[in-house]
């Protein structure tokens, strides 16, 4: 079975600073691994993907993550935070094997930027 | 850039009535699901749909909920009788096959009273 974690469902930052989301998994198998967000009273965007191929990962909006297969994590790193970072951001973790996929969704981290 | 597409954004239903919500996947994709989020709760997966049958599904996809492609564009989920617990966002995903991350769409807020 797989599992995701996700340490701290708050996170505050001030603008600027550095967004450092983390993001732990539990898979038997080598993982997909995702971060999406999900702005107020929107659906979920997908960030960025880890699919087995670098484990330094970029994604949209100056967001990257780093697959650590020893640390069995996937946290997500911004350099400077902007106000618009402001959101609710998941963690996922996908079984490689089989037709169709199912996505395991961590609880999600609330991230707030302060100015 | 391709959207899934969803209808519609809120339905506000009487406890016990049958509800469907659509969507539109993106086009050239091939496998399909759907997902809920209680408010305040994590993303959950309810089921998964690829060649025209279900691939998975989870215990909360009960016989109360059903799914159906009916003319190869839209893609519904069906809540037989619903119940108050069943208020929630439900979220359809299309991907164009299994390696790859899906595409969400924005969500069908259900409140059952």
């Known amino acids: 079975a797989q599992s995701v974690t996700q340490l701290g469902s708050h996170v505050s930052v001030s603008e600027g600073a550095l967004v450092l989301l983390r993001c732990n998994y539990s898979s038997s198998v080598p993982p997909y691994l995702f971060w999406y967000v999900q702005y107020p009273n929107q659906g979920l965007q997908l960030l960025l993907k880890y699919t087995s191929a670098a484990t330094l990962v970029k994604g949209i909006n100056g967001f990257e993550a780093e697959f650590k297969k020893s640390e069995t994590s996937f946290h997500l790193t911004k350099p400077s935070a902007h106000m618009s970072d402001a959101a609710e951001y998941f963690c996922?973790?996908?079984?490689?094997?089989?037709?169709?996929?199912?996505?395991?969704f961590g609880s999600g981290t609330q991230l707030t930027v302060l100015p | 850039e391709p959207e899934v597409t969803q209808t519609p954004s809120h339905q506000v239903t009487q406890m016990g009535q049958e509800v469907i919500l659509r969507c539109v996947p993106i086009s050239n994709h091939l496998y399909f699901y759907w997902y809920r989020q209680i408010l305040g709760q994590k993303v959950e997966f309810l089921v998964s749909f690829y060649n025209n049958e279900i691939s998975e599904k989870s215990e909360i996809f009960d016989d109360q909920f059903s799914v159906e492609r009916p003319d190869g564009s839209n893609f519904t989920l069906k809540i037989r009788s619903t119940k108050l617990e069943d208020s929630a966002m439900y979220f359809c995903?299309?991907?164009?096959?299994?390696?790859?991350?899906?595409?969400f769409g924005s969500g069908t807020r259900l409140t059952v009273v």
């Open positions: 995903a299309s991907a164009r096959d299994g390696n790859y991350g899906y595409t």
């Open positions: 996922a973790v996908s079984h490689p094997s089989g037709s169709a996929r199912q996505l395991t």
